[in-house]
């Protein structure tokens, strides 16, 4: 199991998955030249959410399930959520979030 935390320091945002920092994945889609952000629907909470993904994923799988599909519809039901001061996610908490956006998307 994965654990996502994010804080904030005097140089911004930072963000770690077991420990180590998290990649922003730019070379899928760089959303946020200026890093990470949560707690809102903007571009840094998009980049965190592709880069959760990407990471979640382990590799960049194609189709429905792809970070890159995903990590709009996951920044609206998590990331815009995430407490400003600072947050812990799971792996599993991660898990069930796809789980609802996937049945969402088969309502539609």
């Given amino acids: ?3 996502y935390i994010g804080t904030r320091t005097d140089q911004g945002c930072a963000v770690t998955v077991n ?3 998290l990649k922003p994945r730019c ?4 959303h946020s030249p200026t890093g990470f952000e ?3 629907g903007g571009s840094g909470p998009a980049q965190l ?3 959760i993904l990407a990471d ?3 590799n960049e799988p194609a189709g429905d399930t792809s970070a890159s599909n995903l990590h709009q519809p996951f ?5 815009a959520a995430l407490d400003k001061d600072g947050w812990t996610l799971t792996s599993e908490q991660i898990d069930r979030a796809l789980a609802v956006i996937a049945a969402e998307r088969k309502l539609i």
């Fill in 56 to 58: 979640h994923f382990a």
């Fill in 19 to 21: 420990g180590k920092p």
């Fill in 38 to 40: 949560w707690g809102y």
């Fill in 49 to 51: 959410a592709l880069a």
């Fill in 75 to 79: 920044k609206r039901a998590v990331v």
């Fill in 27 to 30: 070379d899928i889609w760089n």
């Fill in 1 to 3: 199991m994965k654990t």
